[in-house]
């Protein structure tokens, strides 16, 4: 029956791409990371900007988007952000 | 559709693999198909972008899934109109509601108008003069990802951009019936699309009422003889011919004409290029600062279509060269050629004009040379004189890339 109904929903409704393709490397602040960008934008954006932002490349598009689109940060989940971005996907 | 996936994940390497110089036969980039960018694009760009269908559109470059911004692959620019469901897709913000025709209402008002009124699909399809023309839409930020050194933003290859016949109603004309004040400066757009967040502003744009008034400043209903697509502003978007993608408001639902310059963060911070830096042609003065200004009109552009990257020719083989180019509406007056690395230059013949703002065919042919390396270029010069530039004019938002567009082949 649950399969029946998978099926219908999936020939009714038209398919959009999976976001989820697209996953975060792992590393500490990984949750934080999803939990503040993901409400607006899919993860892609992240490894989209890489390798070629360091540290204050990463801090000013997290200040761009706490200041000018309003994502709800402290500025010490900022700090977090900003270390899992420039550790993962900064410029070596 | 694993199989598919690896497929696809088999691309994305395929094109870094011609980056680090190592370039594939013939048959194989044949099979290859389409390839997810240009090598120069970041890294990561190329690792994390796939060929993905939205619905009602083919499998298109993925840049972004949400919002959904999606490349035209190069292949199609083979045809002088992009197809509807191979034209990019661009959005800034996440909430899309699909406006149904029957339920569009668009809001004319603002403190320089004496009569506000609402307009309805029935009435704009109605009462006002249909017109249609042909004109490339192009993303502002269209070839970001080959800014040397790169700058964050969506990193577009060459495919942000599309040429179709756009078929509606003169903005003018919508406006004159609103009865505009001579105090008038600006018209300011919103579409329905809106963040996910309150705080996050809303993607609103504006342009000078002079642009506005423009017998060729459109609001379309139809693109190449069908209703909009909804990924490209269904039912109704604003078309501003010659000027960059980011005042066509897709899906739009208000115009206000306003006396005042109208500021928020898509008009005062973002879409500004250096001032003294490019050749503007349309200023915008009242949203000029002393340091920069806002993106307005094209730069004359092109995009070689053949040959293609890496393609194999043997001694003596004809080597077709055709491409596209375009620019502010000024209209392409030479496209030239070079089968040497830009050493000497052949005029290029052009095909059919199809309007001013439209994308120019151009097409030239050579016989391949002695065994080795060919950079084929191509440089278009406008009715203004302007040409594409020879170095990259870096700017912080990787806009306005006009650097002459080159492929290598192998002879032998």
């Known amino acids: 029956m649950t399969a029946l109904i998978v099926l219908a929903l999936l020939s009714s409704s038209p398919a959009y791409p999976d976001e989820n393709r ?12 999803l939990g503040r960008c993901a409400a607006c934008h899919s993860q892609d954006y ?8 360091d540290r204050k490349g990463w801090e000013a598009e997290v200040n761009k988007m706490v200041k000018a689109f309003g994502a709800p940060m402290e500025p010490e989940e900022m700090a977090r952000v900003v270390d899992y971005l420039a550790t993962n996907y900064g410029k070596k | ?38 090598a120069a694009l970041p890294a990561g760009t190329l690792e994390t972008s796939f060929l993905e269908a939205l619905p009602g559109k083919r499998p298109l470059i993925k840049r972004t899934y949400r919002p959904p911004n999606f490349e035209t692959p190069l292949e199609v620019f083979d045809q002088i109109f992009t197809p509807n469901d191979a034209f990019f897709v661009r959005y800034h913000l996440p909430r899309i509601p699909e406006v149904a025709a029957a339920d569009w209402k668009l809001e004319i008002g603002g403190d320089s108008v004496e009569k506000p009124f609402t307009l309805d699909l029935p009435s704009l399809q109605r009462d006002f003069e249909q017109v249609e023309l042909a004109a490339v839409c192009q993303c502002s930020g269209n070839r970001r990802g080959l800014s040397d050194p790169h700058v964050a933003g969506v990193e577009w290859g060459i495919g942000a951009m599309g040429n179709a016949r756009w078929k509606g109603v003169r ?9 505009p004040k001579k105090e008038a400066l600006e018209v300011v757009f919103n579409g329905a699309d809106h963040g996910s967040l309150d705080a996050t502003p809303d993607f609103m744009k504006c342009i000078p009422i002079w642009k506005a008034l423009d017998e060729n400043t459109l609001l379309a209903w139809q693109m190449n003889g069908e209703p909009l697509p909804h990924w490209n502003g269904a039912p109704v978007r604003v078309v501003v011919p010659g000027w960059t993608a980011t005042y066509w408001m897709k899906h739009v639902v208000s115009l ?29 003065l009242s949203q000029e600062t002393e340091v ?12 070689l279509t053949s040959p293609r990257e890496g393609q194999r020719f043997r001694p003596g083989q004809p080597v077709e060269v055709k491409g596209i180019a375009w620019d502010n ?25 199809l309007g001013r703002f439209s994308f120019r065919g151009f097409r030239h042919a050579f016989k391949a040379g002695a065994k080795g390396e060919v950079a ?11 040409s594409q530039a020879f170095e990259l004019v870096f700017n912080p938002a990787g806009y306005h890339n006009n650097v002459v567009s080159r492929v290598t082949v192998r002879v032998g």
Do not use: C, H
């Open chain 2, 256 to 284: 206000q004409v306003v006396s005042q310059p109208f500021k928020n963060f898509w008009m005062s911070t973002a879409y500004r290029i250096p001032k003294g830096k490019f050749p503007v042609v349309d200023r915008f």
């Open chain 2, 292 to 303: 920069n200004t806002p993106i307005t009109d094209m730069v004359v552009n092109s995009l």
């Open chain 2, 376 to 386: 084929v270029l191509a440089k278009a010069t406008n009715r203004m004189g302007a």
């Open chain 2, 1 to 38: 559709m694993g199989t598919r996936r690896q497929f696809l994940k088999d691309l994305a390497g395929g094109a870094a693999l011609i980056g680090s110089g190592a370039l594939l036969p013939s048959p194989a980039r044949a099979a290859q198909g389409t390839s997810v960018g240009p």
């Open chain 1, 46 to 53: 992240i490894p989209m900007n890489s390798p070629f932002l």
């Open chain 2, 329 to 353: 509406g000024s209209g392409i007056r030479t496209v030239e050629v070079s089968a040497d690395g830009g050493r000497s230059w052949q005029t290029a013949a052009l095909d059919q004009d």
């Open chain 2, 171 to 179: 903005l003018k004309d919508v406006l004159a019936r609103a009865g």
């Open chain 1, 22 to 33: 697209v996953q975060l490397k792992e590393g500490p602040a990984r949750d934080l990371v």
